[in-house]
Nanobody
Framework: QVQLVESGGGSVQTGGSLRLSCVASGDTYSTYCMGWFRQAPGKEREGVAAIYTGGGYTYYADSVKGRFTISQDNAKNTMYLQMNSLKPEDTARYYC?????????????????????WGQGTRVTVSS
């Protein structure tokens, strides 16, 4: 089992920045990919960014490419999402996820159906 705890959400104005953190505990050695997903009210959960920990490969949704950066600190069992140039459409609850079976491909890692471990989420609100 893997436990995930997110933090760092909050309210910012358009153009602002936030950094989300996700601390993993438990059987972290079994996680080969991790990702950030978000869900706005009335919308399906969507993949934002993911990292294939084996090779350090990163993947981004087109909507956040160039603005968000995913990274990890293995020594701290922590994954980050640096979010810059935030827009109102980025408003959502952001979830950290992990999986033990992964395919190093964007279509796979940005699909929430392929992740079995989830955090409770942290809310991000961007006002215009």
């Amino acid at each position: 089992q893997v436990q995930l705890v997110e933090s760092g959400g909050g309210s910012v104005q358009t153009g602002g920045s936030l950094r989300l953190s996700c601390v993993a505990s438990g059987d972290t050695y079994s996680t080969y990919c991790m990702g950030w997903f978000r869900q706005a009210p009335g919308k399906e959960r969507e993949g934002v960014a993911a990292i294939y920990t084996g090779g350090g490969y990163t993947y981004y949704a087109d909507s956040v490419k160039g603005r968000f950066t995913i990274s990890q600190d293995n020594a701290k069992n922590t994954m980050y999402l640096q979010m810059n140039s935030l827009k109102p459409e980025d408003t959502a609850r952001y979830y950290c996820a992990a999986a033990g079976t992964c395919v190093a491909a964007q279509w796979y890692l940005l699909s929430h159906r392929n992740f079995g471990y989830w955090g409770q989420g942290t809310r991000v609100t961007v006002s215009s």
